[in-house]
């Protein structure tokens, strides 16, 4: 059951915008085992609309369309879909009512710019689930259309909404597909991929997408088929062998983070959080107060950029930073030793390295970084190099102590260094 | 001068991975004066590539298509161009030699399927600038056809490298088209769309472009001309109306962020900062250190999520906090003066409030935040409201704090609070 998207838009076409709408409505689709065969992109232009509308009707059996539904003069998707199909434009009585009671809602009348939009192509049927944000269906031949507007909160909702329950009513006969998410962190892409050649021959029919999401990778299982108990017990069933396989890199699963991965498992053990970052300069800190409720586990951060801060705020003492430099592993230990004191945690996890571009040397050069943990009574610390821009180190050496704080608490070997 | 963009790949029709390749290229174009008139997404299939690549014969005088040039299985693009254009496939003896010595620099032998992707349409020439990345370029009639990778990086390398001077050489009429782009922080749209009410009849050929970049707003000002001079000279004009009405809201221009420029004035002064920061837990810091050189201006922050922090390392009196409660002005005022003191910096900005979801009250709603700044001998401190999810609030808090260094460091009144 294949169909096609067309999205409308001089900002789009323009490389000003990047084209969400389209890629939310392709993985939604997908996902659901309805094939997309075409996506679109044209200005807001009658010739070039009209065109791929026509061309999408040969071989789609729907079409999603957004763009060019709202009030402005740029505004033209229904004047051009009535003269593509040949309806007239007829005036909605139900999308007229919900306009003017928008308007008045806001202390306005109804323009003739807004009645405009009440005014579909013959046949048209308006969609607005909740008399919120509001599109139009209508079928021509055997094809179903749906005109959903271009700004992508609106768009989402009416897909999630309205969209994919009227399709999935439609195609009945389609398989259930259903979808796992792994999430990894320190297998490189070789080594992921060496872990699944011992699966050959023993995942049935599930297959597997592999995205690199800096720094982490996700794996996504998907399995499609008519029954959907036996594609509940398949995507069981190989999810196991995956997950022993990937043993302690797998980090979350289905839609958790890992930040909030860690705060879970700082709650279940009660424990709390302390930090003390150098050269990630507070990323840490803002990826754990991302989470919600983060206030029951997590103390703070010690963003120490100076030698003199490491001293007077983590007690750092001046002889190791002397001898050893800031970037060292005996600072990160009397880091991660002061910032639990300092901050009354549990464990503490310091960073301090060398972000770049600039400030390398031979022995430590760009990209090295420390860690340190201080936890209920051992300090450790090891040495990382991790390539890259300034935000990438930065971004590899907060996940990579995001991942300490996991490991630690659940009794894991922290991922070895240099 | 119009043209068209084909991407294709299986990943990109089936939403998995955004299509940055068709943005990347549109923008790239159309900021040159190219029009793009249609962009296509299609999987790697015979049918839809062929179809769509023949359709944009019909009317674009150049065309890029990305995608399907690699080695494995699914990369059949030239196999299809071939079959499209009627032109038999041969082995380019630059691009062979081109991929010989790649795969002889790793150790590795030309395998069948390396060797497949030196098999080019007939006429095609290979596309590689410095032995690099390549591609392959074709003419048929009087269309240029540019086939790039879809490997975003070397996508973009070949379009600034190559295409991009190529289409420039052939279409030597195209008019100059510059663009200036301006940030403001603290107006909203409608604000923006009153103050540009009063440019009416006097900005000429210029064009506006207004691109809300949460919590920022970006003006960008066009113009295309065949007068070089006439450009630079129309812009400069309507650029310094422009900025006299933005006034103190307009806080970088170009390229440059808010915390580049922020690190740009303190450096200026030869002023260092300090933060104390609860409800951003440390995305200030984060972002002042994501400029490279920020350690000559950035003494760091403490990040005090508890209670207990606030009091230990910044000094906030227990009464304060009994008093006022941590988000208070009061308390604000005092992790300001307490970070200066701490970390030792000429001034610091203290962020305390309510990111939500929960912990609001009535008469402190999610999204209250007060704002702090401990300068040379004054203190201030602010209310502000801000709506939206947590990391919605946390944003604006952010850039609010940042945005307050600028104004105390230029002397300008700061964005006035509840």
Redo the contacts between chains.
């Keep these: 059951m294949q169909g096609e998207i067309i999205t409308i838009g001089d900002e789009?076409?323009?490389?000003?915008?990047?084209?969400?709408n389209?890629?939310?409505?392709?993985?939604?689709?997908?996902?659901l085992g309805l094939k997309?065969?075409?996506?679109?992109?044209?200005?807001d232009?009658y010739e070039?609309v009209s065109q791929?509308l026509k061309?999408a009707m040969e071989g789609a059996k729907f079409i999603i369309v957004t763009g060019g539904l709202g009030s402005t003069e740029d505004d033209k998707t229904c004047q051009i879909v009535a003269k593509a199909l040949d309806r007239p434009l007829c005036r909605d009585n139900r999308m007229y009512e919900l306009i003017k009671g928008h308007a008045e809602a806001r202390g306005l009348k109804v323009s003739p710019s807004l009645e405009k939009m009440a005014w579909l192509p013959d046949g048209a049927k308006m969609i607005s689930p909740e008399k919120g944000p509001c599109g139009f269906h209508l079928k021509e031949g055997d094809v179903h259309l749906y005109f959903l507007p271009g700004v992508p909160r609106e768009m989402r909702y009416l897909m999630d909404k309205f969209v994919i329950p009227d399709l999935l009513a439609k195609y009945k006969d389609l398989p259930v597909v259903q979808s796992r998410v792994l999430k990894v962190f320190g297998l490189t892409e070789p080594e992921i991929a060496e872990i699944f050649k011992q699966l050959e021959g023993k995942t049935g029919d599930v297959t597997f997408?592999f995205?690199p999401k800096f720094p982490e990778h996700h794996i996504i299982l998907s399995l499609a088929h008519n029954d959907e108990a036996h594609v509940k017990e398949e995507l069981d069933r190989v999810q196991g062998l995956v997950e022993k396989l990937l043993g302690p890199h797998l980090f979350a699963k289905g839609d958790e983070t890992l930040e909030q991965a860690v705060g879970r498992l700082l709650k279940r053990e009660a424990m709390t959080l302390a930090?003390a970052?150098s050269?990630?300069?507070?990323?840490?800190?803002?990826r754990?107060?991302?989470v919600?409720?983060?206030?029951e586990y997590?103390?703070?951060?010690?963003?120490?950029?100076?030698n003199?801060?490491k001293e007077?705020?983590l007690g750092v003492s001046p002889q190791t930073l002397e001898r050893h430099g800031a970037v060292s592993g005996q600072t990160a230990r009397e880091m991660a030793i002061g910032a639990k004191r300092?901050?009354?945690a549990d464990i503490a996890v310091a960073i301090t390295g060398i972000?770049?571009?600039?400030g390398g040397s031979k022995e430590k050069p760009v990209g090295t970084v420390y860690l340190g943990l201080a936890g209920a009574e051992e300090v450790i610390s090891k040495r990382y190099r991790f390539l890259g821009s300034?935000?990438e180190i930065?971004a590899q050496a907060a996940t990579m102590a995001l991942d300490w704080v996991r490991r630690y608490v659940t009794k894991t070997p922290l991922l070895s260094g240099l």
């Design positions: 789009l076409i323009s490389g000003k915008t990047l084209d969400l389209a890629w939310y409505a392709a993985g939604k689709l997908t996902s997309v065969c075409r996506i679109t992109v044209v200005g232009d070039m791929s061309r997408g995205y930090l970052e050269c990630t300069g507070g990323l840490v800190g803002h754990v107060t991302n919600s409720g983060s206030s997590f103390q703070g951060s010690v963003v120490c950029y100076s003199k801060a007077d705020l300092a901050l009354r972000a770049g571009p600039s300034r935000r930065k």
